[in-house]
């Protein structure tokens, strides 16, 4: 038995192997990292042009009201997460946490009103236990259903809007966080104009049985490269993204990861539905008072990459720790090292130099705004 006979493998796998993709185990599937291109030229493709991303690891759930009213799903949903799902217009999406009753994150997810139910897309390694945690909490106000039928890619870069708009025309008028179903070579597909990569760009959900040939018909397009897990990695990291297990996890709270923004007024002490998720002392007093820590930005000096893991000093001899790297590479678009990490809330000011400990050296480290790249969705 190879080391791969046990891993999972998407609707796509077939085409990866076609293109020469060298694929690595990934959240229990088998997934190409990188294809002949390498990972430096699919960075910077889509950054001028428009890479294709297979993530259908991902977790794609259908969450109905049993009433029948999707308003009663919103609300389901808001006693799970901190943020506004009944405000949520239909065709539009948005950025939600699933949290703990310390203020921990359970996972990062998308949610998706799609007029008589929401489409919510949460991480590979979490899915199966996010369904659980939705089925435990929700179960009896609403029926939850984990497509496993369903492929979903990104396209995403400048020239993305114009590829897939010679499949689709009506995509120019999508804006961004908007969702629609659309025709792609009689696929039933599912849009959203959202990514994870600072660019603009598009997610596709397809019915898993016409996939490769969606997929196919894109990557004919001569602006079309396909792109592997490594840019992926990289890609994001520049645009200032949190992976989860890296930036965030179930013991840090988004007002420490710097995810306030999520969390809209009406879900804030004070506003109309204040409060009534997991954690939501822990989170709303921490929104008012601030955190002991916070994810931070952080350009090394020089061309060596500082990884996830290395601890932060104020001093070159690393006597006095005040934060951990939890990602870090060399950032292509930027021509040199970038990371992020966790620093006191003292230390967490843009300019702020810090010491790394890189294999036993101090290498210095200033605290820089994110992202490290312009994002470029459309508004």
């Known amino acids: 038995m190879d080391e791969t006979s046990e891993l999972k493998k998407t609707p796509l796998h077939t085409l990866h192997l076609s293109l020469g993709a060298r694929m690595v185990p990934f959240a229990g599937y088998d997934m190409p990292v990188q294809y002949p291109a390498g990972v430096l030229k699919e960075h910077l493709h889509t950054r001028s042009q428009a890479g294709l991303f297979d993530v259908s690891h991902m977790g794609q759930i259908v969450l109905r009201a049993r009433s029948g ?17 009944l405000g949520l217009g239909e065709g539009r999406q948005r950025y939600a946490l699933f949290t703990n009753d310390r203020g921990g994150i359970l996972d990062d997810l998308m949610i998706a009103n799609r007029g008589d139910h929401f489409y919510i897309v949460v991480n590979a390694a979490c899915k199966d236990a996010d369904f659980a945690h939705m089925q435990a909490a929700i179960g009896d106000r609403c029926e939850i259903k984990m497509h496993d039928d369903r492929a979903l ?3 995403q870069g400048p020239r993305a809007e114009a590829v897939l708009g010679e499949f689709w025309s009506d995509v120019t008028e999508m804006r961004f966080m908007d969702v629609r179903a659309c025709d792609l070579h009689d696929a039933d597909c599912i849009v959203s104009r959202s990514g994870y990569t600072g660019e603009d760009g598009f997610e596709i959900s397809i019915p898993a049985d016409q996939a490769h040939i969606v997929c196919s018909r894109l990557l004919d397009h001569p602006d079309v490269m396909p792109i592997g897990l490594g840019a992926r990695d990289s890609l994001r990291l520049e645009a200032g993204l949190c992976l989860y297990g890296n930036e965030i996890d179930a013991q840090t709270t988004p007002v420490e990861a710097a995810l306030e923004w999520a969390i809209q007024k009406v ?13 939501a002392d822990v989170i709303l007093g921490q929104l008012e008072n601030g955190a002991t820590r916070r994810r931070v930005g952080l350009r090394p000096e020089g061309r060596a990459p500082v990884r996830g893991g290395v601890v932060l000093s104020t001093d070159p001899a690393g006597e006095n720790a005040v934060g951990t790297v939890t990602s870090g590479g060399f950032g292509p678009s930027v021509e040199g090292p970038v990371a992020m990490g966790y620093v006191t809330t003292d230390q967490a000011v843009i300019g702020t130099q810090l010491h790394a400990d890189v294999r036993g050296k101090a ?9 490290f790249v312009k994002s470029t969705v459309k508004r």
């Not at 009213?69 to 799902?85: M, Y």
């Open 69 to 85: 009213d999707n308003a009663d799903a919103a609300r389901a949903l808001e006693t799970l997460v901190p943020v506004d799902v």
């Open 363 to 371: 290498l210095p480290v200033t605290i820089a705004p994110l992202p």
């Open 267 to 279: 879900r804030r002490k004070g506003g109309e539905r204040a409060g009534g998720f997991p954690g």
């Open 153 to 155: 890619v990104a396209l």
